[in-house]
């Protein structure tokens, strides 16, 4: 961006707009370099307003949750990082028969699995234990213990390239594992589930027991990014990585999970660089060692130094 660009942005997004921000504070993996610009939309009005005008002077934006599922290289992101806060992380019930839920696309699954907890509501404790946000895992399709979060969507509200906010019904979107097959460009600003009705106990339960099996199988007393790769048909990537050798094998202060080896986790002091170099040393070997080219469930963005 040059300095025109960045002075109208501070015009329009006032205080919400900072410059130069250290994405290691906003990735589960602690590590990468800042981005350009961090933008914290907190009302539909003033989103509308700036992806408008990012389009329009041609300026690259990403929306990064809570940086769950990012790898952002050691050189950094350019153009602008949105993060939605405000009434975007808002939950409230849709209609009058209490099964309908509108969550905003920047609310945590950590604030969305309490309160159906204490609703009552239920359909997505399987969700339990994924430190991203429902826009996130919507865009994704995340899952987990053989469930997935689109079946459960009804409606996905988005700001659409042109500045304009829209509402889309489950029917005009595709979901596939880990995948949803919307546009570049658009952001997820609320989705409408369909849940069902429970007890608060019951609810509570199931999340304590999806919890549970996490902590069993998965290192989550280091910073990750959860899965790297997404799951051969009829296989497991962490079965192929830990066939490879790879268990354990360390690169800096990134290590492949002696738990889990579909996880890289920061020990200590990694780099972009460290869990890029993993990533790569684990898709070499799992194809020289299986014939099998593993597909990423992460988004690496940004440059290197």
Known sequence: MD???????????????GFDFPMSQHTTFRVGGNAEAVYEASDPEGLCRVVSFLVNEGIPYLVAGRGSNLLV?????????ILLT??????????????????????????????????????????????????GAVAMNAGAFGKEIGPRVREI?????????TARDRSRFRFSYRDLDLEAGVVIT?????LDRDTPETVSARIAGCLKRRKETQPLEYPSAGSIFKNPLNDYA??????????????????????????IVNKGGATATDILTLINLAREEVRRTAGVQLELEIQIVGGLL
């Not at 660009?5 to 329009?12: A, S, V, Y």
């Not at 905003?104 to 946000?133: D, H, K, Y």
């Not at 509200?157 to 906010?165: E, P, Y």
């Not at 609320?190 to 369909?194: A, E, G």
Request: proline fraction near 1%; include cysteine.
């Open 3 to 17: 300095e025109r660009q960045k002075t109208e942005l501070l015009r329009i997004a006032g205080r919400q707009i």
């Open 73 to 81: 290289k050691d050189g950094g992101i350019g153009g602008v990082v």
């Open 86 to 135: 405000g009434a975007f992380a808002d939950i409230q019930y849709e209609g009058s028969d209490y099964s309908d839920i509108l969550a905003g696309a920047g609310l945590s699954i950590v604030n969305l699995l309490i309160w159906c907890r204490e609703e009552g509501i239920s359909g997505l404790e399987f969700l339990a234990g994924i430190p991203g946000t429902v826009g």
């Open 157 to 165: 509200r988005l700001v659409s390239q042109s500045g304009q906010l």
């Open 190 to 194: 609320n989705v409408l589930f369909r």
């Open 238 to 263: 962490g079965r192929l990585i830990e066939q490879a050798g790879l268990k354990g094998k360390r690169i800096g202060g990134a290590m492949i999970s002696n738990k889990h080896a579909n996880f």
